[in-house]
């Protein structure tokens, strides 16, 4: 019995080893299990409450606090990936969405192929956060990742579009309402009445009804500051803060001039103040965030308003300077490369138009009736595009949503911010190198340069209007080519030079503007621009006063500044609206300038209307009127004004041989006698006008000549 009981407790192990054996593994694995799935849990919980919080964060559009920072995948949701385009402008889409419920318009910045778009982002974003007003729409948020190239800018939503488009292309029947007109023409000079009034005063550069956005009650509100930039006067800060502030002390404040000298970051505490609407010297600190943007964007400005900034620190401001660039020098960097005209591109630039003009005359003509709306750039371009984009070939960067992708893409491109500033500069001398090799070679061809400009044509409208003091003599307008007349008034830099920062200067090509654009890239828009921006003038709020001129007649006439509707040879004069305009007043017929479809039609206020815009024409910046005189004029504070003595239909002319001529003309021109043949005498006859005129300018130059060098 005993021997049995010993088998039976040798030949089955313990019971309770057993179970060891088999709990072991299954409590691991139970418990692994158990953390996984609690840590898949917490993944969850987490994403969740992120994305809640992500959709949560971004603040409500208000116009009135600096841009908010948000991130990329924020913005794609908002805008459903995308998906319902509002436009297109010069430097990428625009994109309906929604920001915590409110309606916003996404930009996107295209600055894969160029620096341009990210260029103008920074400096939308500098003015974003300093322009407060009921009549300027500026960005409210905004997401930048330099390394991938995204540029994003988030504005309010504007229901009605733009002005163009409401006013040219859809025909808003709200629009037909000549006070709707009325009031949107005094909204929007109170609102770049406003840009002027900052302190330093903020010039738009690139006013035209496309800038112009319509809120629901179509009330305008000036957008677009990719162009704008502060006027180049003089620091009266510096003078102000030091004079205005605490200190009394002379050496104190000689202490504060040397520390800004040392200290890029110091500028900000003698940075000017801009204003919010109706309330003095109200300064806003922006955001960390925003202030870094900006620091990137203006060197001057940016750092400023950056070490104004609660988070930025001093260090960050030389971090960003590189070896710490004297405040002074900083400066001048900013104005040099604003101010920088490169000359050599124009005549690529007007050549592309001219093209361009008569590709679409040959188009249209087919049609039936030609439309100049402002000038389209790269409409080919676009179409083959698109067509690749058809065909899969090519993707937009914010349709191809693969961030390794991208990363790929953009691997080579990125940069520090030091090696940014490097380029930039390196750009700007690279362009000087050229310019001045491009003078010396004309030099060196045949000097004089500046009269054969002249008399090539290249400085017409200085002398339009009859005031040609330059050189005392006259200059019809039928000694410049046929063209020449026809684009009288359609002043832009197309004509003369070019500012670096409108171009690609590494192609020197128009850069592409998606086709669509009404901007080919410039600072300010053809038939908008004023003539002196140009011609390398100063660019001062009256260039803003100019577009503003051309503006207010496109609003009064309906119609744009070049339109042709017909072929006969009046519909072609009509052509040019600021020529026309300028011929209207001379005849004082300023009422067919109007648009015929205007209901309620206030003669008074139409006509007042048009002389101011006439008043803004003028070609010297010195004798339009201030936007402050402009709202006073139109609001019927101040006097009505009187058409300037070249517009009043009964001015004698100064030239007599040129009013014998248009009493010659009276005779041959067909509109009169309405007789076709005499069409090609006349076209003969000015011809041989033509070849008159330059045989006495010839006959002049070899007179001066000869005298010079005693030939006779
Ligand atoms: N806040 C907005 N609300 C509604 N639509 C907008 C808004 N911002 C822009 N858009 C639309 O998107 C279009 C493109 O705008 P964007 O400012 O990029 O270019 P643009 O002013 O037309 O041309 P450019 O860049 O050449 O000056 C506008 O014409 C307008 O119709």
Not at 44 to 65: F, V
Not at 240 to 268: F, H, P, R, T, Y
Request: net charge positive.
């Amino acid at each position: 019995m005993p021997s049995r009981q010993l088998s039976t407790s040798t030949d089955t192990p313990p019971r309770h080893h057993h179970h060891h054996h088999f709990f072991i593994p299954l409590i691991t694995a139970t418990v692994s299990t158990f953390t996984l799935l609690l840590f898949l849990l917490f993944l969850l919980c987490h994403r969740i409450l992120t994305r809640k919080r992500a959709t949560r964060s971004p603040p409500p559009p208000s116009s009135s606090s600096p841009p908010h920072r948000l991130s990329f995948s924020v913005l794609r949701r908002a805008t459903n990936s995308f998906s319902s385009r509002l436009g297109h402008g010069g430097f990428g889409p625009v994109f309906a969405g929604a920001l915590a419920g409110v309606p916003v318009a996404v930009k996107l910045m295209d600055s894969t192929s160029s620096q341009q778009g990210e260029r103008e982002f920074h400096n939308e974003l500098f003015f974003a956060s300093k322009l407060l007003s009921r009549h300027v729409i500026t960005a409210t948020h905004f997401s930048s990742d330099p390394k991938r190239r995204r540029f994003l800018l988030v504005y309010e939503l504007m229901q009605n579009g733009n002005l163009q488009d409401a006013l040219l292309h859809r025909k808003c029947p709200e629009l037909a309402n000549w006070n709707t007109r009325f009031s949107i023409i005094l909204n929007i000079a109170k609102g770049i009445h406003f840009l002027h009034s900052c302190d330093p005063p903020v010039i738009h550069g690139d006013i035209k009804p496309s800038n112009v956005l319509l809120d629901r009650d179509f009330s305008p509100r000036i957008g677009d500051f990719g162009l704008a930039r502060l006027s180049s006067e003089p620091p009266r800060f510096e003078i102000d803060v030091l004079e205005c502030g605490s200190v009394n002390n002379d050496e104190e404040k000689k202490k504060m001039k040397e520390e800004e000298v040392d200290d890029c970051g110091s500028v900000a505490s003698t940075h000017s103040v801009f204003m919010e609407e109706g309330s003095l010297g109200v300064e806003q600190s922006p955001s960390p965030e925003t202030a870094v943007m900006m620091a990137m964007t203006s060197p001057e400005t940016g750092l400023a308003v950056a070490a104004a900034s609660p988070g930025f620190e001093k260090e960050d401001a030389k971090k960003m300077n590189g070896k710490g660039l004297k405040s002074n020098s900083v400066r001048d960097w900013w104005w040099k490369h604003e101010n920088d005209v490169g000359s050599g591109e124009s005549k690529k630039v007007r050549d592309y138009v001219m093209e361009w003009i008569g590709r679409d005359v040959n188009k249209e003509r087919v049609k039936g009736g030609i439309e100049y709306g402002d000038v389209e750039m790269g409409k080919e371009e676009a179409k083959k595009k698109k067509k690749k984009k058809r065909r899969g070939k090519e993707l937009e960067w914010w349709e191809s949503m693969e961030e390794e992708k991208f990363d790929g893409v953009v691997k080579g491109k990125r940069r520090t911010v030091r090696e940014w500033w490097k380029d930039e500069c390196f750009e700007e001398n690279e362009n000087k190198n050229k310019n001045k090799k491009k003078k010396k070679k004309k030099k060196r061809k045949g000097g004089g340069e500046k009269s054969d400009d002249i008399e090539n044509g290249d400085d017409w409208w200085v002398s339009d209007d009859g005031l040609d003091k330059r050189k005392g003599k006259s200059r019809s307008r039928n000694n410049r080519g046929n063209m020449d007349w026809w684009m009288d008034g359609l002043s832009g830099e197309l004509w003369r030079g070019r500012r670096n920062n409108s171009f690609d200067s590494a192609s020197g090509e128009i850069p592409k503007s998606g086709g669509v654009s009404s901007t080919p890239s410039m600072r300010g828009t053809v038939c908008y621009v004023a003539p002196e921006c140009g011609y390398g003038g100063d660019v001062t709020e009256k260039c803003d006063v100019y577009s503003f001129g051309v503006l207010l007649l496109v609003i009064i006439s309906g119609r744009r500044p070049l339109q042709v509707s017909g072929s006969p040879l009046s519909e072609f004069q009509r052509a040019n609206l600021l020529s026309w305009a300028r011929h209207c007043a001379r005849n004082g017929k300023l009422f067919e300038l109007v648009d015929e479809s205007l209901q309620l039609l206030d003669k008074e206020q139409a006509l007042l209307c048009i002389k101011v815009a006439l008043l803004c024409l003028l070609k010297s910046p010195a004798r339009r009127p201030s936007l402050k005189e402009v709202v006073g004029m139109l609001s019927g504070e101040l006097e009505p004004p009187q058409l300037p003595v070249e517009y009043s239909p009964s001015t004698p002319s100064r030239y007599p041989f040129k009013s014998r001529r248009k009493g010659r003309a009276m005779l041959v021109i067909p509109e009169y006698w309405n007789l076709k043949w005499l069409n090609s005498l006349k076209q003969n006859l000015s011809i041989s006008f033509s070849h008159v005129i330059v045989l006495m300018v010839v006959i002049e130059k070899w007179g001066t000549l000869a005298q010079r060098y005693y030939i006779w």
